[in-house]
Nanobody
Framework: QVYVEESGGGLVQTGGSLRLSCAVS????????IGWFRQAPGKEREFVAA????????LYADSVKARFTISRDNVENTVYLQMNSLKPEDTAVYYC?????????????????WGQGIQVTVSS
């Protein structure tokens, strides 16, 4: 069983930056993919970015490409989502999730373990 927990959300102005952290714990997760998803009020949950824990390859949604960067720290067992040039439409609850299969995916149904979510609000 793998557990994930988000931290680092908050309120930021348009154009600002935030870094979200996802602490990963539990059984060996070397072959896991760790993903970030978000859900805005009245909208469906959407994929943001994902990274394979051991291989380091990444995947991004088009809406955040070139603004967000996902990375991992193998010592701290943490995945980060650096969010730059934030826009009001980035406002959402952000979730970290773990997928035990070896290929990273944007399909949220593949992700077996989810955090509680953390609020990110971008003011205009």
């Amino acid at each position: 069983q793998v557990y994930v927990e988000e931290s680092g959300g908050g309120l930021v102005q348009t154009g600002g930056s935030l870094r979200l952290s996802c602490a990963v714990s539990g059984r060996s997760f070397g072959n896991y993919a760790i993903g970030w998803f978000r859900q805005a009020p009245g909208k469906e949950r959407e994929f943001v970015a994902a990274i394979h824990w051991s291989e380091g390859n990444t995947l991004y949604a088009d809406s955040v490409k070139a603004r967000f960067t996902i990375s991992r720290d193998n010592v701290e067992n943490t995945v980060y989502l650096q969010m730059n040039s934030l826009k009001p439409e980035d406002t959402a609850v952000y979730y970290c999730a773990a997928d035990p299969r070896p290929l990273i995916s944007s399909d949220f149904s593949r992700y077996a373990a989810w955090g509680q979510g953390i609020q990110v609000t971008v003011s205009s």
